[in-house]
């Protein structure tokens, strides 16, 4: 059974990020052992690696994965919304990102300050997309609602975020 939106709404996901949408899709998200929930809190230090992603679906079908900072460079002023921190396009349905083409690296949460959201939107492809995505021209300032417009990708089928804060620097001795 797909996620609740419930919790995107409250958490402002639903409005900053992305229009209301139905789930149609399950992912699962980990860092490590972490399972990643709505709302959750990682620690920056934790998500060095991209995330351990599983997405449901048929090997016929094809998705796109989207993670995005709406919070950028700050909560309060957030004139970088969004920052884009990953995209990967063509991946299997039933399979991982590492299966598809990664048009942006990874790049790890690094909050300066405030808490951040840190959201991962998977949508459904209509047809293979690699050879028509280019790399973004910055990181800052993306739009994944213009993205999924530009790719005729729909409304999103499925999608996490969690919460990152700067951590404090560790004392020496």
Request: net charge positive; glycine share 6%.
């Amino acid at each position: 059974m797909a996620a609740s939106v419930d919790p995107l709404v409250v958490g402002r996901v639903i409005g900053d990020v992305l229009d209301m949408f139905i789930p149609t899709a399950n992912m699962s998200v980990y860092f490590g052992p972490k399972h990643i929930t709505n709302g959750c809190e990682i620690k920056p230090s934790a998500a060095v690696n991209p995330p351990k992603v599983n997405i449901s679906g048929h090997a016929d079908e094809l998705y796109t994965l989207v993670m995005t900072d709406p919070d950028a460079p700050s909560p309060s002023e957030p004139n970088m919304r969004e920052w884009v921190h990953w995209i990967v396009v063509d991946i299997p349905g039933g399979t991982i990102p590492s299966r598809g083409k990664e048009i942006l690296p990874y790049m790890e949460p690094r909050p300066p300050v405030g808490i951040h959201r840190y959201i991962l939107v998977l949508f459904r492809q209509n047809s293979p997309v690699g050879l028509m995505v280019q790399q973004p021209p910055s990181r800052a300032n993306f739009s994944t609602r213009m993205f999924a417009g530009h790719l005729n990708l729909g409304l999103p089928v499925a999608t996490v975020y969690f919460n990152a804060q700067k951590e404090p620097a560790s004392r020496r001795r």
